[in-house]
């Protein structure tokens, strides 16, 4: 898949015009992205988890393509709306909803939404009466990067009693869902948790609740990242293939976040100090754990380095500004030599980083470049429609 890059010369462009650290999203790579989706995993709508990337102009991108959004908070659906996105393309899928939450989705129009416990089915039913409710299932997965079925999801022994109780509390109940955990590099998690759902769907109809909603959730992987080998391609069309098996009937969506999102950002950052530990160099960056690289912490991520020098690679560590010793984001890379004031650029970071960014020690916030805005872009255009009529021309004359 093609990812979202700044060339050395565009990075260092903009860092003459723009302080560093800064942000530079390409909302063009997240349409790419979302088309690829949608082409291979044609059988699943989208609902773009955005707490994975809320950048306005992210969001605008996926409302004109069509996309639906899963929101977790009153304040993310205040987002969406500031946008002019309605509240009936949200699905509140956090399973625990605060009264701020509930109050937030019955003044916008939200009534799709998700629980795992007999707790939230009293909350859900006075704030939306005949809310449309999809109970979550625990699922395994021990080839996902973050395990979420520890904190989420019921067991799926206990689904369908949840599902009769919001039904007799006035709820609609009206499918299943489930989330195979972050970074996911196993189709097969999928597969079984389709049987798994298949399964209770059959039971609940033998019970007299016809369900018709399935929601898959999340966990596309980030194809490139290091050390993976996944195929996104034949990953999303071997599991199209089991929802048109299993569910060629009822309503299937997915909520991908960081698939979206995660090529279409790079970090430009600098050099601001160095040292020697341990006989090998230490180059300190203006951009740490605490800011725009948070998902290092958060998200046990690590993201593609690359720096430009000259001289031979030395074994080195790169931490960040503040005064904490936690904050180190890359140890023993092998980089040439960098002196005070190189650029660094990082790539692959829209997901899961800036939006867990905080002050701490009083560093401000990375802003956020739209790349599309941005001359370089216009000038990067120019030149690969200028090779394309160069590619074409050559053809021409192949065929005289």
């Not at 795992?116 to 080839?143: Q, T």
């Not at 904490?324 to 890359?330: K, N, S, T």
Request: glycine content about 8%; aromatic content about 8%.
């Amino acid at each position: 898949m093609k990812k979202f890059r700044l060339t050395e010369k565009e990075m260092n462009q903009l860092a003459a015009r723009y302080e560093t650290p800064f942000l530079v999203a390409s909302t063009s790579q997240a349409e790419e992205n979302y088309c690829f989706m949608r082409e291979n995993l044609p059988h699943a709508g989208i609902y773009y988890a955005i707490k994975a990337n809320p950048a306005p102009e992210i969001l605008k991108r996926m409302a004109s393509l069509g996309s639906h959004f899963d929101v977790a908070s009153a304040g993310e659906m205040d987002m969406l709306t500031a946008i002019g996105v309605p509240g009936s393309r949200m699905i509140y899928a956090n399973p625990v909803k605060d009264r701020r939450g509930l109050k937030r989705a019955a003044e916008i129009g939200v009534r799709r939404m998700t629980f795992d416990d007999a707790s939230e089915i009293g909350k859900m039913a006075e704030y939306i009466p005949g809310a449309d409710v999809l109970v979550r299932v625990a699922v395994r997965n021990n080839k996902a990067m973050v395990d979420l079925n520890t904190k989420f999801g019921v067991q799926p022994a206990e689904a369908l009693r949840l599902l009769a109780q919001a039904r007799d509390a006035g709820l609609h109940p009206i499918g299943i869902c489930f989330h195979v955990g972050s970074q996911s590099l196993s189709t097969a998690a999928y597969e079984e948790a389709l049987i798994l759902c298949r399964g209770l769907f059959q039971e609940a109809e033998d019970m007299g609740m016809h369900l018709t909603d399935l929601d898959i959730g999340g966990g596309f992987p980030v194809p490139s990242a290091s050390g993976l080998s996944v195929d996104p391609g034949e990953m999303m069309r071997s599991i199209d293939r089991e929802i048109v098996r299993l569910f060629p009937d009822a309503a299937v969506w997915c909520e991908p976040g960081r698939f979206l999102c995660g090529t279409a950002m790079n970090l430009v950052t600098t050099v601001i100090g160095t040292k020697t530990r341990q006989g090998h160099p230490w180059y300190i960056l203006d951009e740490g754990v605490y800011g725009a690289l948070s998902g290092i912490i958060f998200d046990h991520w690590s993201y593609p380095l690359h720096c430009f020098g000259e001289g031979a690679e030395q074994v080195s560590t790169f931490v960040g500004p503040s005064c904490d010793g936690i904050d180190v984001l890359y140890r023993d890379v092998e980089v040439p030599h960098q002196k005070i004031g190189n650029h660094v650029l990082i790539t692959e970071i829209g997901a899961y980083s800036s939006v867990s960014a905080t002050r701490f020690n009083g560093f401000p916030l990375a802003p956020v470049l739209i790349w599309e805005n941005l001359p370089e872009a216009k000038a990067r255009a120019e030149r690969e429609a200028a090779v394309e009529r160069e590619v074409e021309e050559l053809r021409r004359e192949e065929v005289v």
